[in-house]
């Protein structure tokens, strides 16, 4: 393997940086290298026996993708993994670059999974509608708030069809706050509407292949929706790559921890990984402190499924509910349950996903 020419890409938008390593002399060397994604492989394919690897960004993995199809080994790396001095104070791209490419030669990297288009296409869609959903609550903050300042309270459940037709009837004399107040009001409706669009569309996508079957295993579980499933199932991708208790980790679901000699301290989760399927977890988690009662969306999810995955989904909504019921009768704080509950829900779901039913 010393034989190839190390290759550390130091990828921007509009500047790529390379640093090469001569694996039989040890010769390093850095240059600019063209941007254009066609050009940067072109001079890529003109090393020797080339291997690349590059930080894992917002350029994402045409890169990683086009080199692939050009037969040159591609590694993408995940930047929190990337060893760094601590005293290490000077940072530039010429040195990122060099770096990438002593540790591509040292196996020093972890790797990070390249998705597949399809796959990178569907995490687009459920993305798009978590901004939405983060849009619609900063817009109905800012529309509450408004009405706050003027002493004007909704008393009863927020945000149903009675409350947004009160909303549509409030009324002030002065024109310029009327105005504010219509804008804000025809925004929120806007982003509530492109929410409700993507929800619909997420909704037809996950009957498609090849995420049907295990989104319809993982809505079997309580608190596991069609939207969290198929969230779930495109965010992780591959499931076989994980264990139960790896996939816990991997989402940043496991105590911190400083540990050293006799001493051993744990700190609250590392809140490592993918934060979006980290707050679905949550949620989904909260719903197992409830009496288990009878659903109609979970009783049709179920009927549709084999007998064992239905067994173990049963199974799954009895240990998580004994597990809250035990830490409520241990005093334990209502959010450090539900994080622990997650934890566990995370190896249910690893465990329908890779089920042989």
């Not at 390593?21 to 072109?42: F, H, I, N, Q, Y």
């Not at 350029?59 to 001095?85: D, Q």
Request: net charge positive; proline share 4%; hydrophobic share 45%.
């Amino acid at each position: 393997m010393h034989e190839r020419t190390f290759i550390g890409l130091d990828v921007h938008a509009r500047s790529t940086q390379a640093g090469v390593l001569d694996g039989l002399t040890g010769e390093v060397r850095s240059l600019a290298v063209p941007v254009a994604t066609k050009a940067l492989v072109a001079w890529v394919c003109t090393q020797p026996a080339p291997a690349v690897a590059y930080e894992a960004g917002p350029t994402g993995y045409e890169l990683a993708r086009a080199l692939a199809a050009a037969g040159v080994p591609c590694l993408v790396a995940a930047p929190s993994r990337i060893p760094r001095a601590p005293g290490e104070r000077v940072k530039t791209d010429r040195r990122d670059a060099v770096r990438l490419a002593r540790l591509l030669r040292l196996e020093e990297l972890t790797p990070v999974r390249v998705p597949g288009l399809a796959e990178e296409a569907a995490r687009d869609l459920v993305r798009a509608r978590e901004d939405a959903r983060g849009d619609l609550m900063r817009a109905r903050h800012r529309l509450s708030k408004l009405l706050l300042c003027r002493g004007i309270v909704w008393e009863e459940h927020a945000w149903t069809g009675t409350h947004e037709l009160w909303l549509t009837r409030q009324r002030f004399a002065e024109r310029p706050l009327q105005i504010a107040y219509e804008e804000a009001l025809a925004a929120m409706f806007s982003v509530r509407d492109r929410r409700d669009a993507l929800d619909a569309a997420i909704a037809v996508e996950a009957l498609e292949e090849p995420w049907a079957e295990t989104v319809a295993r993982l809505s079997c579980l309580r608190g596991v929706s069609t939207l969290t499933a198929f969230a779930l199932t495109v965010e992780i991708g591959e499931w076989r790559r994980f264990s139960g208790r790896s996939l816990a980790a991997f989402l940043g679901l496991t105590p911190s921890e400083s540990s050293s000699g006799a001493s051993r301290r744990q700190g609250a989760i590392t809140k490592t990984g993918n934060a979006h399927v980290r707050r679905l977890l949550v949620e989904a988690a909260w719903q197992q402190r409830r009496r288990p009662g009878k659903s109609l969306r979970t009783h049709l999810a179920r009927s549709a499924q084999p007998a064992a995955v239905r067994e173990r989904a049963v199974a799954a909504e009895r240990r998580l509910r004994r597990r809250w019921l035990r830490f409520d009768e241990r005093g334990k704080r209502s959010t450090v349950a539900a994080v622990a509950v997650a934890r566990e829900l995370a190896g249910w779901c690893w465990s329908l996903a890779v089920m042989d039913a």
